[in-house]
């Protein structure tokens, strides 16, 4: 059997403002970090007995997941589209949207709808490509939507929306 995966669906290519000025700071910072790991790389090399050495192998495994985000950011940025804008109409659910719901149980969770490359949970910053953001685009307050989660289907009342 080979180990042959399909390519994961591209993402959607919307970014907050500050999303996309943090993966640019990112970028930087990778670069400036990459100087570094490569003068210690070249100190480790230079010790000799390459093989036995603990130092330069994990420096060349540090350089090249540096290299690896370098290469994803690099063609990521390019791509994006930055939304700073509320869209014209509020009373709806899109991109950037802060939107509160009501589950079953009567508890309110807050959740912001956000770039793929941007999403955190901590946060309650929520994927524009996840299956609850997806079920809320385009609804507005005082609906239901009904979302399907691993753990089962999940019925959210949509209490309010704000940019």
Request: with cysteine; net charge positive; proline share 7%.
């Amino acid at each position: 059997m080979g180990r042959y995966r399909p390519p994961a669906p591209r993402s959607s290519p919307y970014i907050t403002g500050t999303g996309y000025q943090a993966l640019a700071n990112e970028l930087q910072a990778l670069w400036k970090r990459r100087s570094g790991v490569t003068k210690a790389l070249t100190a480790a090399a230079a010790e000799g007995d390459r093989s036995e050495n603990a130092e330069y192998i994990y420096r060349k495994k540090e350089l090249r997941e540096i290299d690896r985000r370098i290469r994803y950011l690099q063609k990521r940025l390019p791509d994006l589209k930055v939304v700073n804008e509320p869209p014209d109409d509020c009373g709806r659910v899109f991109f950037g949207a802060t939107i509160t719901l009501e589950d079953d149980a009567g508890v309110h969770v807050v959740y912001r709808i956000v770039g793929a490359d941007e999403f955190d949970p901590a946060k309650g910053w929520i994927s524009i490509d996840s299956p609850l953001a997806i079920a809320l685009l385009g609804k507005r307050p005082d609906e239901d939507i009904r979302v399907d989660t691993p753990a089962g289907i999940a019925s959210y009342y949509i209490v309010s929306i704000r940019y």
